[in-house]
């Protein structure tokens, strides 16, 4: 737990995240074809909340659901730009259509690694999609193929997004604020 004190200032509604759900999933679902299955990548943790409402979206159509987990900020607030894999697929993506589902994409070293990773498997297509964006943030240049807002440079939390572990259960997007 972090000892300074803070508010949550909430900055995304969940009626706001519901309906670019609803967009997005549209796109999607014109760039997959509907009679071939698609497994959906969740990185751990902070995608479990997006991922959960995104595969209900994509009710009519053939999905699996995998989980990566790559080494993050820890409980700090800071991006660790060395990016490990903790915890690989369960499930083979060679050959198969693939939408990997991230919270935030800040630097962009996790979801660059992330890709590099995941392709040399073959998969045969494979997207990213990212809840969140922070483009002022960026170290390398990476860009998700669907976003769901771009945010300026602020620390954000709700939507299975956390701060030291804590908020992931907030159903909106809220920014923090120091009151100290
Ligand atoms: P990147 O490697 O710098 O792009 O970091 C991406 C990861 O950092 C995300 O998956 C989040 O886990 C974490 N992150 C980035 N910005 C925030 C934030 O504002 N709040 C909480 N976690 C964040
Ligand atoms: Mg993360």
Do not use: W
Request: glycine share 6%; hydrophobic share 40%.
């Amino acid at each position: 737990m972090t000892a300074r004190p803070y508010v949550i200032d909430q900055m995304i509604s969940a009626k706001a995240i519901a309906a670019r759900i609803e967009e997005l999933t549209e796109e999607i679902k014109k760039e997959f074809p509907a009679e071939e299955r698609l497994v959906v990548v969740g990185l751990l943790r902070g995608s479990f909340v997006f991922i959960a409402d995104l595969v209900r979206e994509l009710k009519d159509r053939d999905v699996e659901v995998d989980f990566l987990e790559a080494s993050s900020y820890g409980n700090a607030m800071e991006s660790s730009r060395e990016v490990r894999i903790l915890k690989d697929l369960r499930g083979e993506i060679e050959g198969r259509n693939v939408l990997v589902v991230e919270d935030i994409v800040d630097t962009g070293h996790t979801l660059n690694h992330v890709m590099h990773f995941l392709e040399s498997r073959h998969p045969k297509r494979i997207r990213t999609i990212a809840l969140l964006d922070k483009p002022s943030r960026r170290e390398v240049d990476f860009k998700a193929d669907y976003t769901g807002f771009a945010i300026p440079d602020e620390f954000v939390v709700g939507y299975g997004i956390d701060y030291a572990q804590c908020n992931r259960n907030l159903p909106y997007i809220g920014k923090v604020r120091f009151t100290d």
